[in-house]
């Protein structure tokens, strides 16, 4: 009797030790397990990314993008007890799409899927009250933009990615530089164990946060005056090819990306192509001093009309001008006068300097998606009409990011440089494609187009540019509709022949309208826009006035 009562309290103390035994593996050792998992579900298997900044003319930072503490909303479909209930309970909650949460939840053995990234405290009061399996709330990391819509093209957004539900960068700088910004992602080791990752690295742009937010205003006003469909802005400092700002309409906040359309996130300064127009005259007149067929003095007698392979090019005023000048030609913009221009140069010259101003390339600019130039009609069709109509910047076509940073070469002498947007980098494709000589003498071209014209012109500061009004091609009949582009190109302070000996351009800047209403001249729609930045700029760097120069208004 004695034995068997031990026998079972040794029984009892053997099975007591056991289940004290079992909760240690569940509550301790297993403990890896589970926290591997809920790392795993709540999406901290990546590391911090890396912040993105502006700076100023001070080269003081200022965050665009950065990290921060949100609530978000995930569902366990394995942990379901009846997967179409439990969904429709879950859109009836939280007031989602029935249909698209049925195509998300749909799965047995899921183990997450994200339902709201960024939960308001409203929803997240909802779940933790209703509290069924398989639906939870947690904190968890995620992107902020404080600026909103500021500069978004450039900077672009994060996205949770399909794989692993690791955070991803989509357009401008977050795809650009995702490897980077995103760092080493945290990892499960073979006990189970989370390992962490390694920070990812911080992104200084060069974008100027006072400036880009001032073309921005100055755009958006501008698209609305004109009820244009869109339009961009480019400031680059004209010397170094860095870039001061980039501002697209309609543009997006990266905090709500999924409430604008895809077309939005698209940055068309460097990704959209397009037929400049006017504009590009100082280019072929750069292009014909450079090689000697023209000086600004060059006159030609202009009969209003160019006719070749069966086709007619008359002025845009319709007017005959006469005997003019190659200066008259740029302050007037008479198409027949580039055109004469090209002649002279002649059609292979003409082509070879074009590839050489980078019209085929890429800028290499660090944003992603750039689109390369088209001289194409050169290339299969080389008729004198093709040739005639490039001169003045139709039938070629560039992204606004190479016609800018063909400019700015006349700007600063003649050199080309490559565009980048971030801090403490340099232009690495670096080229003379004109002499410095021939670059003071387009420009003197351009500051009399502009004094003459007096729209741009700003008092005791010699102002250089060219409008460019170009008709939008019909992709579908061929020729062209009664659409326009409007574009204007100029830098300050503009250094000719007679300039300082210290002259420097300080910055170009570029305005591009898409299709305005009932198509107005470049004159009347972005040529005051322009000003109003030009004038901004030279306060904001303190550029002080030009000593002997009037003009002006």
Same mark, same amino acid.
């Given at each position: 009797?004695?034995?068997? $009562?031990?026998?079972?309290?040794?029984?009892?103390?053997?099975?007591?030790?056991?289940?004290?035994?079992?909760?240690?593996?569940?509550?301790?050792?297993?403990?890896?397990?589970?926290?591997? #998992?809920?790392?795993?579900? %709540?999406?901290?298997?990546? %590391?911090?990314?890396?912040?993105?900044?502006?700076?100023?003319?001070?080269?003081?930072?200022?965050?665009?993008?950065?990290?921060?503490?949100?609530?978000?909303?995930?569902?366990?479909?394995?942990?379901?007890? =009846?997967?179409?209930?439990?969904?429709?309970?879950?859109?009836?909650?939280?007031?989602?799409?029935?249909?698209?949460?049925?195509?998300?939840?749909?799965? *047995?053995?899921?183990?997450?899927?994200?339902?709201?990234?960024?939960?308001? =405290?409203?929803?997240?009061?909802?779940?933790?009250?209703?509290?069924?399996?398989?639906?939870? !709330?947690?904190?968890?990391? !995620? #992107? +902020?933009?404080?600026?909103?819509?500021? %500069?978004?093209?450039?900077?672009?957004?994060?996205?949770?990615?399909?794989?692993?539900?690791?955070?991803?960068?989509?357009?401008?700088?977050?795809?650009? +530089?995702?490897?980077?910004?995103?760092?080493?992602?945290?990892?499960?080791?073979?006990?189970?164990?989370?390992?962490?990752?390694?920070?990812?690295?911080?992104?200084?742009?060069?974008?100027?946060? =006072?400036?880009?937010?001032?073309?921005?205003?100055?755009?958006?006003?501008?698209?609305?005056?004109?009820?244009?469909?869109?339009?961009?802005?480019?400031?680059?400092?004209?010397?170094?090819?860095?870039?001061?700002?980039?501002?697209?309409?309609?543009?997006?906040?990266?905090?709500?990306?999924?409430?604008?359309?895809?077309?939005?996130?698209?940055?068309?300064?460097?990704?959209?192509?397009?037929?400049?127009? &006017?504009?590009?005259?100082?280019?072929?007149?750069?292009?014909?001093?450079?090689?000697?067929?023209?000086?600004?003095?060059? @006159?030609?007698?202009?009969?209003?009309?160019?006719?070749?392979?069966?086709?007619?090019?008359?002025?845009?005023?319709?007017? !005959?001008?006469?005997?003019?000048?190659?200066?008259?030609?740029?302050?007037?913009?008479?198409?027949?006068?580039?055109?004469?221009?090209?002649?002279?140069?002649?059609?292979?010259?003409?082509?070879?300097?074009?590839?050489?101003?980078?019209?085929?390339?890429?800028?290499?600019? =660090?944003?992603?998606?750039?689109? %390369?130039?088209? /001289?194409?009609?050169?290339?299969?069709?080389?008729?004198?009409?093709?040739?005639?109509?490039? &001169?003045?910047?139709?039938?070629?076509?560039?992204?606004?990011? #190479?016609?800018?940073?063909?400019?700015?070469?006349?700007?600063?002498?003649?050199?080309?440089?490559?565009?980048?947007?971030?801090?403490?980098?340099?232009?690495?494709?670096?080229?003379?494609?004109?002499?410095?000589?021939?670059?003071?003498?387009?420009?003197?071209?351009?500051?009399?187009?502009?004094?003459?014209?007096?729209?741009?012109?700003?008092?005791?500061?010699?102002? !250089?540019?060219?409008?460019?009004?170009?008709?939008?091609?019909?992709?579908?009949?061929?020729? +062209?509709?009664?659409?326009?582009?409007? @574009?204007?190109?100029?830098?300050?302070?503009?250094?000719?022949?007679?300039?300082? *000996?210290?002259?420097?351009?300080? $910055?170009?800047? /570029?305005?591009?309208?898409?299709?305005?209403?009932?198509?107005? /001249?470049?004159?009347?729609?972005?040529?005051?826009?322009?000003?109003?930045?030009?004038?901004?700029?030279?306060?904001?760097?303190?550029?002080?006035?030009?000593?002997?120069?009037?003009?002006?208004?």
């Amino acid at each position: 009797m004695k034995f068997r $009562f031990q026998f079972i309290i040794g029984c009892t103390a053997l099975v007591f030790l056991f289940v004290i035994y079992s909760l240690y593996l569940l509550q301790i050792d297993s403990n890896g397990q589970f926290t591997a #998992r809920a790392q795993r579900i %709540a999406g901290l298997r990546a %590391a911090e990314r890396g912040g993105i900044n502006f700076t100023d003319k001070n080269n003081s930072v200022i965050p665009a993008a950065f990290n921060k503490e949100y609530w978000s909303i995930f569902a366990v479909p394995a942990e379901f007890d =009846d997967i179409p209930e439990t969904i429709g309970r879950i859109s009836e909650l939280l007031q989602l799409d029935p249909d698209a949460l049925a195509l998300q939840l749909n799965k *047995p053995s899921d183990q997450y899927e994200l339902l709201i990234a960024k939960a308001s =405290d409203e929803q997240v009061d909802l779940v933790q009250n209703v509290q069924f399996k398989g639906l939870y !709330a947690t904190t968890r990391r !995620a #992107r +902020y933009y404080p600026f909103d819509s500021l %500069a978004s093209q450039v900077i672009g957004f994060v996205s949770q990615g399909d794989e692993q539900d690791l955070p991803t960068g989509q357009y401008g700088i977050e795809q650009e +530089y995702d490897e980077v910004l995103a760092g080493v992602a945290g990892s499960i080791d073979k006990r189970e164990q989370f390992v962490p990752g390694i920070p990812g690295k911080l992104i200084n742009l060069t974008i100027d946060r =006072d400036i880009q937010s001032r073309a921005e205003e100055v755009l958006a006003a501008l698209v609305k005056e004109h009820n244009a469909i869109g339009g961009d802005v480019i400031v680059q400092e004209s010397a170094t090819g860095k870039i001061l700002a980039i501002a697209n309409v309609p543009g997006f906040d990266p905090n709500e990306y999924g409430k604008s359309p895809l077309k939005n996130f698209v940055n068309e300064a460097v990704q959209g192509l397009y037929e400049p127009g &006017s504009v590009f005259k100082v280019v072929t007149m750069a292009i014909g001093i450079d090689t000697g067929a023209i000086t600004p003095e060059t @006159t030609f007698y202009d009969t209003g009309s160019f006719t070749a392979d069966g086709k007619t090019i008359k002025n845009w005023d319709l007017k !005959a001008h006469g005997t003019i000048t190659m200066t008259n030609v740029i302050e007037q913009s008479v198409n027949t006068g580039t055109v004469f221009a090209e002649k002279k140069i002649g059609h292979k010259t003409f082509y070879d300097y074009l590839v050489k101003f980078g019209i085929k390339e890429l800028t290499g600019i =660090d944003l992603p998606g750039e689109t %390369a130039g088209r /001289l194409t009609p050169l290339e299969l069709y080389p008729r004198d009409i093709n040739f005639a109509t490039a &001169s003045y910047g139709q039938g070629v076509s560039m992204t606004p990011i #190479r016609l800018i940073t063909a400019i700015s070469a006349i700007a600063n002498g003649g050199v080309l440089h490559q565009p980048y947007v971030i801090q403490g980098g340099q232009s690495s494709q670096t080229r003379r494609v004109i002499s410095e000589s021939s670059a003071r003498q387009v420009t003197d071209m351009m500051v009399s187009a502009v004094d003459k014209a007096s729209v741009a012109a700003i008092s005791h500061y010699r102002i !250089a540019g060219k409008t460019g009004t170009a008709f939008v091609p019909d992709f579908t009949n061929g020729g +062209y509709t009664h659409k326009v582009i409007n @574009t204007y190109v100029g830098f300050a302070p503009a250094c000719g022949k007679l300039s300082q *000996p210290n002259c420097n351009a300080r $910055f170009t800047v /570029l305005i591009k309208l898409n299709e305005p209403e009932n198509a107005p /001249l470049a004159g009347t729609t972005v040529v005051p826009a322009f000003k109003e930045i030009a004038q901004f700029l030279l306060n904001y760097y303190n550029v002080p006035p030009e000593i002997g120069v009037e003009g002006g208004n």
